[in-house]
Nanobody, 120 residues
Framework: VQLQASGGGLVQPGGSLRLSCTAS????????MAWYRQAPGKEREMVAT???????NYADSVKGRFTISRDNAKNTVTLQMNSLKPEDTAIYFC???????????????WGQGTLVTVSS
């Protein structure tokens, strides 16, 4: 199983970016999918999560600015980031809790990370 993230880059304050992450490989069911981030010198923190039923949850720092969504048919989770601030600068990691077969337990998988830099 692999999670491939894309969409990071350099953006000015107030700008927007869209991150995508696709899970591939032997996948039976995906439970929650999420985005985390890690800024330099800080611990990794949850940004947003979404359940298989589409229920989302956000960190207080991004509420109203970021939107998480998923396409269950494509095993993809997307993070739309608007009104970006310099403090949003971090490496963003996607995450999925999934099972490879009907008989195996759920495990957590991580993508490789994509850098988002918000700077003028």
């Amino acid at each position: 199983v692999q999670l491939q993230a894309s969409g990071g880059g350099l953006v000015q304050p107030g700008g927007s970016l869209r991150l995508s992450c696709t899970a591939s490989g032997r996948i039976s069911r995906i439970n929650a999918m999420a985005w985390y981030r890690q800024a330099p010198g800080k611990e990794r923190e949850m940004v947003a999560t979404v359940t298989s039923g589409g229920i989302s949850n956000y960190a207080d720092s991004v509420k109203g600015r970021f939107t998480i969504s998923r396409d269950n048919a494509k095993n993809t989770v997307t993070l739309q980031m608007n009104s970006l601030k310099p403090e949003d600068t971090a490496i963003y990691f996607c995450n999925a809790v999934l099972s490879s077969t009907s008989f195996t337990p759920y495990r957590t998988y991580w993508g490789q990370g994509t850098l988002v830099t918000v700077s003028s």
